[in-house]
């Protein structure tokens, strides 16, 4: 399970991707097509076709990192596709990694406490 940090930001590309593509061309693919900075800490997903399969994308400080996942049955859950990215939270981003149903979950607003008087 990959467990991105709580500030950092994470888009689904919602259109499918040729699959064969690897750390250059996805980040090239995020930058001309979908107007994303790949070596700003941000973390791109991408699907396949089949919907069995999802590569992510993202920048370590370091060098680009590509992780690619096929789920053993079934597919993932996708949106509708269309041109441009869709912003998922930290928490749709952990079931739609899971192969859960990310659409059905979201991040609890928890108000900041007050000191007590």
């Given amino acids: 399970m990959i467990i991105p940090s709580q ?17 250059d061309a996805l980040a090239a693919l995020a930058q001309n097509k979908l107007g994303l900075d790949p ?19 993202l920048w370590d400080g370091t060098g680009l990192v590509l992780i690619y996942k096929r789920l053993g049955e079934g597919g993932f ?3 509708q596709i269309s ?23 979201g991040e609890r607003i928890v108000a900041t406490p007050t000191a007590a008087s």
């Avoid at 800490?41 to 994308?57: E, P, T």
């Avoid at 041109?83 to 979950?105: P, Y």
């Fill in 77 to 79: 859950s996708w949106p």
């Fill in 39 to 57: 070596h700003s800490g941000l973390i791109v997903v991408f699907r396949s076709k089949r919907m069995d399969r999802l590569k992510i994308l």
């Fill in 83 to 105: 041109d441009g990215v869709l912003q998922l939270s930290r928490i749709q981003f952990e079931a739609l990694f899971d192969g859960l149903h990310w659409k059905r979950v």
């Fill in 7 to 23: 500030g950092l930001r994470i888009v689904l590309a919602v259109r499918p991707i040729d699959f064969r593509c690897g750390h």
